[in-house]
T-cell receptor, first 114, second 117 residues
């Protein structure tokens, strides 16, 4: 497809379980972003990749969160030992370059920790 | 105080009404201003963006930026039921900005709009 693709769309995890969320950006997009959107809130920045380099991970809430983009295209956001407060929609966005204003968002992965 | 403030609503209007959505911000480094539309259970979709101050019009949508007041607006004319969604403002600084503000978007909470037929 032409857009940003995220999988799974929905994930239910038991507290303490590890999860992995996948993002397929638009082909050729250099920049990739992860955002977290809690219910009733705007998206909050988590991390930023330029190609395979993770240039900013300042928004990751704790060391249980880890993101990678080893070949500069597909990215995975991993959450270890999930907690109830991790329940949110995780959005991936990509853009042509760092300074390009238009970032295209995927539909998100809705994570519910029970 | 958050960097970007947006009244979450909800806002309910009749079809055909003019809708005004607003955000205020505190970071004077912000120069790029965007409005995203987010339908339920979907990702945000870029509607409008403006650079620095001024107005931009696209069909039924007009975006305004007043940097002196740190205030941005989105106007929707002749609103339609299909405009019912959450509207998010977002902003970022230009290249050279500090703290990552030149690439990461800072969003408002979003305003939930319902246009009734």
């Amino acid at each position: 497809g032409a857009g940003v693709s995220q999988s799974p769309r929905y994930k239910v995890a038991k507290r303490g379980q590890d999860v992995a969320l996948r993002c397929d950006p638009i082909s050729g997009h250099v920049s990739l972003f992860w955002y977290q959107q809690a219910l009733g809130q705007g998206p909050e920045f988590l991390t930023y990749f330029q190609n395979e380099a993770q240039l900013d991970k300042s928004g990751l809430p704790s060391d249980r969160f880890f993101a990678e983009r080893p070949e500069g295209s597909v990215s995975t956001l991993k959450i270890q030992r999930t907690q109830q407060e991790d329940s949110a929609v995780y959005l991936c966005a990509s853009s042509w370059g760092q300074m390009n204003t238009e970032a295209f968002f995927g539909q998100g992965t809705r994570l519910t920790v029970v | 105080q958050k960097e970007v403030e947006q009244d979450p609503g909800p806002l309910s209007v009749p079809e055909g009404a003019i809708v005004s959505l607003n955000c205020t911000y505190s970071n004077s480094a912000f120069q790029y201003f965007m409005w995203y539309r987010q339908y339920s259970r979907k990702g945000p979709e870029l509607l409008m963006y403006t650079y620095s101050s001024g107005n931009k019009e696209d069909g039924r949508f007009t975006a305004q930026v007043d940097k002196s007041s740190k205030y941005i607006s989105l106007f929707i004319r002749d609103s339609q039921p299909s405009d019912s969604a959450t509207y998010l403002c977002a902003m970022k600084a230009p290249p050279g900005g500090s703290g990552g503000s030149n690439y990461k978007l800072t969003f408002g909470k979003g305003t939930l709009l319902t246009v009734n037929p």
